[in-house]
């Protein structure tokens, strides 16, 4: 770990690696609860075309990969909220649209060297500029979570609940849908665009097996991104290996750890109840606690 800090560019990378272990597991949980855990994967391949188009106009990839992805985000909340094909197959149009775009685009630009980086991580190419920009944005969505929480909490348990309380539900559902947006453009130079949603569902699902409250879920599905992220990078620096990989992977083993850890807690409580204990059993859909406490707010 020392090593590693010795190289200003692995710097850099540890600082981005903890923002978005903080920032994708914090706007997952929100896209979890809503079911739409693909919107990710859906927005990184429209980004490929933002991307495509920066690098065919001589403009900045990143930039063009924010537009264009929010605008795809937008677009797929659109689609689900007016077509009767619903949240799949609105999915799956900007899913292959985005795709074939950027690769469109990218061969046309003759740039096909420079797109692997985006699409599965590249470190050694992360400047300070970078840093910068993905800080600001990470300051963007962990601030949309804080001032907008208990309204998106509301909106992902029952939408018909939010619209009846007078919650601005188009508005909130297009926020949540943007704000996943900028999230995979925040982790798309560190982990890559087929990666990066994984990061931003695979720990709030190891989250949900040992927690019972949104709150809770939340926050632990934050500690467990920023460990995948950060011993992730670690371990690609050691064994030079790809960091998108293995930080998924790594994600991947931790909800292995949380799904045996939870198999003992719901035993242990199950064995509670039945001796009389008037604990209540684990919640079936995790934020039922939380859920108490927006109503009584």
Do not use: K, W
């Amino acid at each position: 770990m020392t090593e590693m800090l010795h190289y200003e560019f692995m710097r850099i990378a540890l600082v981005m690696a903890v923002l978005i272990g903080l920032t994708a597991p914090a706007v997952g949980t929100f896209i979890v609860q809503r079911n739409l855990s693909l919107l990710g994967d859906g927005v990184g391949h429209v980004a490929l075309t933002g991307i495509g188009l920066g690098l065919l106009t001589g403009t900045s990839p990143v930039l063009g990969a924010l537009v264009v992805s929010v605008l795809g985000a937008v677009a797929i909340e659109v689609l689900r909220a007016r077509s009767r094909s619903g949240a799949d197959v609105a999915l799956a149009l900007l899913f292959y649209g985005g795709l074939a775009g950027g690769v469109l685009l990218t061969n046309a630009e003759g740039g096909g060297t420079s797109l692997q980086s985006y699409l599965f991580g590249s470190i050694s190419s992360v400047a300070i500029g970078d840093l910068y920009v993905v800080a600001g944005l990470a300051v963007v969505v962990l601030g949309i979570v804080v001032l907008f929480g208990r309204e998106l909490f509301l909106l992902c348990q029952d939408e018909e609940v939010a619209r009846a309380s007078g919650l601005p539900v188009r508005f909130l559902s297009v926020l949540i849908a943007a704000t996943a947006a900028v999230t995979v453009v925040i982790a798309m130079r560190a982990i890559g665009l087929l990666l990066v949603s994984a990061l931003m569902i695979v720990p709030v699902a190891a989250a949900q097996q040992v927690t019972r409250g949104f709150r809770g879920t939340m926050l632990l599905a934050m500690g467990v991104g920023v460990l995948s992220a950060v011993s992730g990078l670690a371990g690609s620096f050691q064994y030079d290996l790809p960091p998108g990989p293995s930080i998924v992977l790594l994600a991947l083993a931790l909800f292995t750890v949380a799904v045996a850890g939870g198999t003992v807690v719901r035993r242990r409580r199950a064995r509670a109840t039945a001796s009389g204990n008037d604990e209540p059993p684990a919640a079936v859909r995790p934020g039922v606690e939380a859920e108490a406490e927006v109503l009584e707010g």
